[in-house]
T-cell receptor, first 115, second 109 residues
Framework: GAVVSQHPSRVICKSGTSVKIECRSL??????MFWYRQFPKQSLMLMAT?????????EQGVEKDKFLINHASLTLSTLTVTSAHPEDSSFYIC???????????FGPGTRLTVT | QKEVEQNSGPLSVPEGAIASLNCTYS??????FFWYRQYSGKSPELIMF????GDKEDGRFTAQLNKASQYVSLLIRDSQPSDSATYLC?????????FGAGTTVTVRA
């Protein structure tokens, strides 16, 4: 149980284009979904928290107009990186919480490379 | 963001030994505590959670919680080379998790 999928697993895009990443909870309903970014050999960095049907809450320093988050249902959240630049290249990981004790289950991650 | 501190390691243990990982946290109001394992290049995987003071055992893993000391630990018994990974301590605070920087464990065959 508690499986979270993420798609795509890897994407290469050109500078200036937009990329959409999907996150789905497959066997539970997620009251809250989270988006993280992780650079090589660094800790997870929380970017934003989203609840179904509500606007996402972004962490300090994360540009909400650049990282668009949509939480359309209790099993699906999307992150769109708009006008991507090489410095946006990173490992993006979503997680989903069934909301019982705050546990989060992570998707496999999306490795984004912007050329 | 509340503080979660872990020894960064690396922690090197021989195969079959016990690996002991420690974590302290700053918020006395925290109620839920988690250990995640992250292999290099992969996303974190939840391996243990604990909510009450004392020990909780699951297979070769034992989590220990002492809320008075604001301390949580993870023991890995009979360590295997496949246990080589970074272990992240996470503490729930206001519906978000605060993560430690992680302890890298290497199990020597």
């Amino acid at each position: 149980g508690a499986v979270v999928s993420q798609h795509p697993s890897r994407v290469i895009c050109k500078s200036g284009t937009s990329v959409k990443i999907e996150c789905r909870s497959l066997d539970f309903q997620a009251t809250t979904m989270f988006w993280y970014r992780q650079f090589p050999k660094q800790s997870l960095m929380l970017m934003a928290t989203s609840n179904e049907g509500s606007k996402a809450t972004y962490e300090q320093g994360v540009e909400k107009d650049k990282f668009l988050i949509n939480h359309a249902s209790l099993t699906l959240s999307t992150l769109t990186v708009t006008s991507a630049h090489p410095e946006d290249s990173s490992f993006y990981i979503c997680s989903a919480s069934p909301g019982q004790r705050g546990e989060q289950y992570f998707g496999p991650g999306t490795r984004l490379t912007v050329t | 963001q509340k503080e979660v501190e872990q020894n960064s390691g690396p922690l090197s243990v021989p195969e079959g030994a016990i690996a002991s990982l420690n974590c302290t946290y700053s918020d006395r109001g925290s109620q839920s505590f988690f250990w995640y394992r992250q292999y290099s290049g992969k996303s974190p995987e939840l391996i243990m959670f604990i909510y009450s003071n004392g020990d909780k055992e699951d297979g070769r893993f034992t989590a220990q919680l002492n809320k008075a000391s604001q301390y949580v630990s993870l023991l890995i018994r009979d360590s295997q080379p496949s246990d080589s990974a970074t272990y992240l301590c996470a503490v729930n605070y206001v519906d978000k998790l605060s993560f430690g920087a992680g302890t890298t464990v290497t199990v020597r065959a």
